[in-house]
């Protein structure tokens, strides 16, 4: 019950309570509400003025600009053409010093190019030489040493090796009479040991006694004269060897006197010829050398210009990039010039257009 009494005894206190007295400054808040109007109403009238002027200012500051512009114009187009002089003075000497970087470069291509091909290719052993037999012996033989001191040469191994003779034998009636006889030929190694070993029955072609008349009847006034010769040209593909280790150095051939005989043929003159035959594919790459040569060069000319564009373009291009980083940190500094008056003309307009208002709402709040 006491707390109900105390509630009702504060609501009748509160109902009966005096209200608070106005504020003292009440006046001078009217004041400045009416002076805030009356400068609003202003600033609204007053406003095409302003806007107009604006412009005018805007309208002057293009026509100074121009006049700057039209003033720099004739600095600017000389420098327009120093830049275009220099550059193209820049052109030259450029185009000169990658001429010559590219020139050498074509030239070590092709000296590494024309290497590697001579280094890859193997050429056939082509040779021809007098063999001269030793008839002091049984059975007369003849050496040809691949050591020579005038020209020595080897060959290369995997070549196929034709060894041939050609004897030049005159019809002697000793020839005609022996008849048959024996050619034997070996290759030899360094140790002197026998790679291969070849031997086949050899004689002169045959002619009857009416064909030799015959012949020296109508060749007799060129036989007199010395211009023909009572001689025979025999050829004997002897030996065909395939060459692997060990190497052959040297190549004997052997006279021998057909069984039961002793009497041995009449020479004018012998020859050896060795001819060596590579695989197909170093045969191939033999005939198609110089194709090769061009096709590595170009590969290792365009693999070096790479090589110079990737890891040593300044070399390749001084003028340019000398050119270029000057270039850059001029258009930087342009950049950053222009960046910076453009934020100051930004800042000005800024402070040219801002307002000198003040709001109702900010004037209440201040004296509130």
Not at 131 to 147: G, Q, R
Request: proline residues 5%.
């Amino acid at each position: 019950m006491r707390i109900l009494q105390n509630k009702t005894m504060k609501e009748q206190d509160n109902q009966l309570k005096i209200p608070e007295p106005l504020r003292a400054d009440w006046f001078m808040v009217l004041v400045t509400i009416q002076a805030d109007l009356i400068y609003n109403a202003l600033v609204v009238l007053s406003s095409p003025f302003f806007l107009l002027y604006r412009s005018y200012r805007r309208a002057v500051v293009t026509v100074s600009a121009a006049e700057k512009a039209v003033k720099r114009a004739p600095a600017r187009i000389a420098g327009g053409a120093g830049r275009v002089v220099r550059r193209t003075w820049f052109g030259i000497l450029g185009a000169c010093h990658v001429s010559m970087v590219m020139v050498l470069a074509l030239i070590l291509a092709v000296v590494i190019g024309v290497g590697i091909v001579s280094l890859y290719v193997e050429k056939p052993v082509v040779v021809r030489d007098r063999l001269f037999f030793d008839y002091t012996e049984e059975n007369p033989s003849a050496v040809f040493s691949f050591d020579k001191k005038k020209r020595s040469f080897s060959v290369p191994v995997g070549h196929s090796v034709h060894v041939s003779l050609v004897l030049w034998m005159p019809e002697s009636e000793i020839n005609r009479r022996i008849g048959v006889f024996q050619l034997k030929v070996e290759l030899l190694s360094l140790k002197g040991e026998t790679i291969a070993r070849s031997s086949q029955p050899c004689m002169l072609r045959f002619r009857s006694k009416p064909i030799r008349l015959a012949r020296t009847f109508v060749m007799s006034v060129p036989l007199i004269a010395g211009i023909a010769n009572e001689a025979q040209t025999m050829r004997i593909d002897a030996l065909k060897h395939q060459e692997k280790m060990p190497r052959t150095k040297a190549v004997r051939a052997t006279l021998i006197p057909r069984a039961q005989t002793r009497t041995l043929p009449q020479l004018y003159e012998a020859e050896i010829v060795i001819n060596s035959k590579p695989p197909w594919i170093k045969r191939m790459a033999y005939n198609w050398k110089w194709t090769l040569c061009v096709w590595t060069s170009m590969y290792l000319y365009v693999a070096i210009l790479t090589a110079l564009l990737w890891c040593f373009r300044p070399v390749l291009f001084p003028y340019t990039s000398s050119r270029t980083i000057s270039e850059s940190e001029n258009l930087e500094i342009e950049v950053v010039e222009e960046e910076q008056e453009q934020v100051m003309e930004r800042r000005r307009r800024e402070r040219r257009n801002q307002p000198r208002r003040r709001n109702f709402a900010t004037t209440q709040k201040s004296y509130t």
